[in-house]
Nanobody, 127 residues
């Protein structure tokens, strides 16, 4: 059974930074792509970033390019999301997720291609 546990959320002023972490249990973490998806009340989960199983390839949403960076440490079974220059519109619960496909060649921005999800961590950016 795969479990994902996010941490690192909190309250920060606009322009500030946070680093989210997602620790994964279970084997084969290093063989699956990972993604981060924020969600606000009443809205669908959105895509912000994904990283391939090897860590070589990443994919970011246009809204966070140049501000957010996804990375992973396969030795620690952990994926990170470094969030800089935060804006009030970044406020959301941030979920990490694991891809369904073993060693998918390309990362995906579609939530339906991820089948394991964490419980989420709240990020609140004040103006």
């Amino acid at each position: 059974q795969v479990q994902l546990v996010e941490s690192g959320g909190g309250l920060v002023q606009a322009g500030g930074s946070l680093r989210l972490s997602c620790a994964a249990s279970g084997r084969a973490f290093s063989s699956y792509a990972m993604g981060w998806f924020p969600q606000t009340p009443g809205k669908e989960r959105e895509f912000v970033a994904a990283i391939s199983w090897s860590g070589v390839s990443t994919n970011d949403a246009d809204s966070v390019k140049g501000r957010f960076t996804i990375s992973r440490d396969n030795a620690k079974n952990t994926v990170y999301l470094q969030m800089n220059s935060l804006k009030p519109e970044d406020t959301a619960v941030y979920y990490c997720a694991r891809d369904t496909w073993y060693q998918r060649p390309l990362t995906s921005s579609l939530p339906q291609r991820y089948n394991y999800w964490g419980q989420g961590t709240q990020v609140t950016v004040s103006s």
